[in-house]
């Protein structure tokens, strides 16, 4: 906060969306050293980012492999 009031940019490098949130106004997630999105404070949920985070699109396929695993399983007893 002393930073901000100075005017001062700080890179503060995460895992922990809450006080990534907490503290920046401006963000940059990274997946395997590239860019996956780039976004102020206010233009994503705290969820929204969480996702991105946890792998984004490639998370939403493997959640949507496992239910149709699941209904299979279901299924097949």
Request: proline share 0%; net charge negative.
């Amino acid at each position: 906060m002393q930073a901000r009031a100075k005017g001062v940019a700080v890179i503060l490098v995460t895992h922990n969306v809450r006080h990534a949130m907490m503290v920046g106004d401006h963000f940059a997630v990274l997946i395997r050293g590239q860019k996956a999105d780039d976004f102020r404070k206010g233009e994503r949920t705290r969820e929204e980012i969480t996702d991105l985070m946890a792998g984004g699109e490639a998370m939403a396929h493997l959640e949507a492999e496992l239910a149709e695993m699941q209904l299979q399983a279901q299924a097949d007893t």
